[in-house]
């Protein structure tokens, strides 16, 4: 499997842990304020990483394009940014952090664009974007 795919199912993985912690959280205390953070950890911390390390499985000469590490990395920063801060402000009812969530969010954005930009591309285009011609 490639090193991009491994990532994206690692880090997926502990998004589930937390999304299903965030689901029981709420199942328990009979408080489901928060759901749209526990729908949006699984949503786009599980279930979107899965498939973006499964596209890369399935694609590995885009997967060992720098660009891939690049969308990876854009793509969870924007979600560790994004995730605490959404769940904080519902949770724990602080609205102050929202404009913490919208960068987050912007950033998430961005790295789905770059996915977008891999996955029109040719194998052949993504590389000559990201890796320097060999002399
Ligand atoms: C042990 C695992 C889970 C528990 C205990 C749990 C629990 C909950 C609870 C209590 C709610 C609030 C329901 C409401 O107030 O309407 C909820 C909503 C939601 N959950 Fe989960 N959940 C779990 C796993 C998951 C997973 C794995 C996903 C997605 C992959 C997911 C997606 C959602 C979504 C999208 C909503 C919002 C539904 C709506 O708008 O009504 N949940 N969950």
Redesign the pocket.
Known sequence: MPRVSELFFKTAIVF?IL??GA??Q??ISGD?GA??A??HI??LG??TSAIFGGYYGLNPAKAERRIAMIHYGLYTVGLVIMLPALYWMLAAGHPEIEPVVAIGSLIVAAAVLTFAFIVFSSAETVRSATVAPAQ
Do not use: D, E, T
Request: hydrophobic share 60%.
């Open positions: 589930l999304g299903i689901g029981l709420m199942a489901h759901f749209p526990h729908a699984n949503l599980w279930v």
